[in-house]
Every structure is written in structure tokens, then in C-alpha cells.
Nanobody, 118 residues
Framework: QVQLVESGGGLVQPGGSLSVSCAAS????????MGWYRQAPGKERELVATISRTGNTKYEDSVKGRFTISRDNAKNTVYLQMNSLKPEDTAVYYC????????????WGKGTLVTVSS
């Protein structure tokens, strides 16, 4: 059973920085891509950033230049470094493992809350 466990969420002031992590119970190299999604209150879940097996990254327009996704294959962990945070970044952030190579299945973590407020 694949498990993804997010950590590092919390309260941060506007303009501040925060890093969230996603630890997988299996090798993250077994997936086509790893990603971070977020869901703000009353809104649909949206893609924030993805990183492929080869390290290619993609970002949602509103976070480009502020957020950085990275991966440590040896630790089976994916990170999201968030800088210059804005109140509109407030959301539950979910880790996603997309396209397991043998089954094609996707997996989700339970999420970690990031609140940007003064």
C-alpha cells in the first residue's frame, strides 16, 4: 500500500516562506511524476507544481517564481519551497504520486494546511 505523508504546514505571515514535505512509503521513482495540489476553502483542488522522474518541473502561473518543487529520490521525499507567500496561497496542500509505472494508479496524501495571515 502506497502512503504519502505531508508535513511542514502551518501559519506564516504574508511575504514569508514555508517548506512542505511529502514522504512516500515506496520509491518515488516508481511514478511518472510527483506533484503538489492545493484546495482553498470553497474552491476546487488545483495543481500547484509537478516534477517528473527526470526532474522536469511545471508550475501553476500564480506560483511561478515563488514556489520551487524538488525531489530527493534517495529519501523518497518531495518538497515544495514556498516564498513570498500571499493570503491567497492559504489552502490545504496535497501530495500526489501520478502514474505508478506498473499499475498506472495515482495516490494522494491527506494534506497539510498552510495559512498565510498576519
Amino acid at each position: 500500500q502506497v502512503q504519502l505523508v505531508e508535513s511542514g504546514g502551518g501559519l506564516v505571515q504574508p511575504g514569508g516562506s514555508l517548506s512542505v514535505s511529502c514522504a512516500a512509503s515506496v520509491s518515488i521513482f516508481a511514478f511518472n511524476a510527483m506533484g503538489w495540489y492545493r484546495q482553498a476553502p470553497g474552491k476546487e483542488r488545483e495543481l500547484v507544481a509537478t516534477i517528473s522522474r527526470t526532474g522536469n518541473t511545471k508550475y501553476e502561473d500564480s506560483v511561478k517564481g515563488r514556489f520551487t518543487i524538488s525531489r530527493d529520490n534517495a529519501k523518497n521525499t518531495v518538497y515544495l519551497q514556498m516564498n513570498s507567500l500571499k493570503p491567497e496561497d492559504t489552502a490545504v496542500y496535497y501530495c500526489n504520486a501520478r502514474g505508478e509505472l506498473t499499475t498506472g494508479m495515482d495516490y494522494w496524501g491527506k494534506g497539510t494546511l498552510v495559512t498565510v495571515s498576519s
